[in-house]
Nanobody, 121 residues
């Protein structure tokens, strides 16, 4: 089995910072891309940031210059440093990964359960 455990969400005021973490564990041979997505009630889940196993990153325009995604491959962990938070960043943040199992076969996608981030004005 595979797990993604997110942590670091919470309630902050506008302009403050939070750091999200997401640790993968279980029957994982290798992880390709890891990413953070967010979703508000009634809206579709949107991409926030992704990072490949080689460190290439991509961000949605609304978070560029404020958020930084990084990963520790040795720990199978991805981070999202969020600075200068705005009320519109309020959402449930989900971690995901594209990975291979030790048993061969195709690449799989797995999602964490999400962590709430609330930014008050």
């Amino acid at each position: 089995q595979v797990q993604l455990v997110e942590s670091g969400g919470g309630l902050v005021q506008a302009g403050e910072s939070l750091r999200l973490s997401c640790a993968a564990s279980g029957e994982i041979l290798s992880i390709n891309a890891m990413g953070w997505y967010r979703q508000t009630t009634g809206s579709e889940r949107e991409l926030v940031a992704t990072i490949t196993n080689l460190g290439r990153t991509d961000y949605v325009d609304s978070v560029k210059d404020r958020f930084t995604i990084s990963r520790d491959n040795a720990k199978n962990t991805v981070y999202l440093q969020m600075n200068s938070l705005k009320p519109e960043d309020t959402a449930v943040y989900y971690c995901n990964m594209n990975y291979y199992t030790p048993y061969g076969g195709n690449e799989y996608i797995f999602w964490g359960r999400g962590t709430q981030v609330t930014v008050s004005s």
